[in-house]
């Protein structure tokens, strides 16, 4: 089946505690993608890739990193959460980054930090 | 400045009621794409439809339609006959040209319309 999948669904940290939530899809997807949602705020993008090695930065980059290692895979890193770090993270891919192509996303992450 | 404006916040009716989800856009793009996408109480999103800016035709989907008027930069979604699993939070969202966005294909969200389907 084809599905963008993330890992964890639910987690809950303290500040400043490192954490990592993984993306993969088995789609062989070039473009991936971060965004979040805020109530309020519907969903802002984060961080994005075209391919393998090459990421930008999207709307409300700070306080997030990425790698783009391998092609299904897009993690998305938390060197030092905050609580206004608190928020639901989904993942998405696309065939490619073009205008035209749908965006699929995964199941989400909601996140708490303390 | 925002780009997808989902000026209705909620909307709650009876179940069989007909309902219509409105979304304006802003762009400076002659191409683009525009979607919705539901989000049920479960929280996944869920793709409903895609539209480029160079078809105008209505768009009809079983209990479903979408009506896309670009001299108002509007693509409303109507919803036929609702049901309690109707309920969900929609989005619209804008795809603009990479020209504009550079070489990104992000999507622009608007704040979602929570919609709620009483039996």
């Known amino acids: 089946e084809a599905q963008v999948t993330q890992n964890p669904r639910y987690l809950i940290t303290v500040t400043g505690k490192k954490l990592t939530v993984t993306c993969s899809q088995n789609m062989n997807h070039e473009y991936m993608s971060w965004y979040r949602q805020d109530p309020g705020l519907g969903l802002r993008q984060i961080y994005y890739?075209?391919?393998?090695?090459?990421?930008d930065k999207g709307d409300v980059p700070e306080g997030y990193k990425v790698s783009r290692k391998e092609k299904r895979n897009f993690p998305l890193i938390l060197e030092s959460p905050s609580p206004n770090q608190t928020s639901l993270y989904f993942c998405?891919?696309?065939?490619?980054?073009?205008?035209?192509?749908?965006?699929?996303f995964g199941p989400g992450t909601r996140l708490l930090v303390l | 400045a925002q780009k997808v404006t989902q000026a209705q916040t909620e909307i709650s009716v009876v179940e069989k009621e007909d309902v219509t989800l409105d979304c304006v856009y802003e762009?400076?793009?002659?191409?683009?794409?525009l979607f919705w996408y539901k989000q049920p109480p479960s929280g996944e999103l869920v793709f409903l439809i895609r539209?480029?800016?160079?078809?105008?035709q209505n768009e009809i989907s079983g209990r479903y339609s979408w009506n896309f008027q670009k001299s108002t930069s509007s693509f409303n979604f109507t919803i036929t006959a609702s049901q309690v699993v109707d309920s969900a939070v929609y989005f619209c969202a804008l795809s603009e040209a990479t020209f504009t966005t550079g070489a990104n294909s992000k999507l622009t969200f608007g704040k979602g319309i929570t919609l709620s389907v009483r039996p």
């Open positions: 762009t400076r793009d002659t191409t683009y794409y």
């Open positions: 890739s075209m391919n393998v090695e090459v990421t």
């Open positions: 998405a891919s696309s065939l490619y980054r073009t205008v035209q192509e749908t965006q699929y």
């Open positions: 539209r480029n800016s160079f078809d105008e």
